[in-house]
């Protein structure tokens, strides 16, 4: 089966994107699954994440203006299966540079491409910064699916309806004529809460089977891994959490029909 690129992105900050890409990207590659995670946000969040020091020089900002290989890039992880190309902050001027460069949406898919024809992974994760920027715009075009986290809260949707409008645009210009939303997990769930449990619903009247089943509750553990470098599934194995992107994991290879 060919490398499959899912690009991780909300244009809302704190919804658990970043959060969902390490801990998804550490579940599936314990399934078996080969995985890249690219940071590709300036904040450089997944890349701690996974334990890597967050360096200069280290992340894809001179590969997308030209310089070097992506597979030069490539680090692993302390975790099996489970590689990252590292984020750093001077990839906060790539937004500014690439609008101005030549075919500047197709930066991502062409540095991309020597790293899906070299067979090493399964499955690529774009951790997209939280913004419709050049970057996640990038990501977009190069992705196969877009993965959607939405928190459990009042404005949940209204996300989804900025960024389905932005898909359209995309495919329309026929800069990526097939993508679409793979799917949209549903984040920082609380069962106490009828919020939560009304606003779940709501995304499933209106989004039917786009949203996965799995939701991923607020979990203090969840908060906490980040700071020691480890997904969850590493730092608490028995937590919530770590069961809840366990079984996540298992629905999205179902859904990509492994």
Known sequence: MPTKVIAVANQKGGVGKTTTAVNLSASLAAAGQRVLLFDLDPQANATSGVGLEKIEGASAYGVLLGE??????????????????????????????????????????????????????????????????????????????????????????????MMTRVLGQLQAANVNPHLEIFGVVMTMFDGRTKLSNEVVGEVRNLLGAKVFETVIPRSTRLAEAPSFGKPIMYYDKYSSGAAAYDVLAQEFLARLGN
């Open 68 to 161: 070097g290989s992506l597979l030069d890039k490539i680090k692993p992880t302390h975790f099996e299966r489970l590689a990252a190309v590292p984020s750093e902050v001077d990839l906060c001027a790539a937004d500014v540079e690439l609008s101005r460069m030549e075919n500047h949406l197709f930066r991502v898919a062409q540095a991309l491409k020597p790293v899906v024809e070299s067979g090493r992974f399964d499955l690529i994760l774009i951790d997209c910064p939280p913004s419709l920027g050049v970057l996640t715009l990038n990501a977009f075009t190069a992705s196969d699916g877009v993965l959607v986290p939405l928190q459990c809260e009042y404005y949940a949707l209204e996300g989804i309806s």
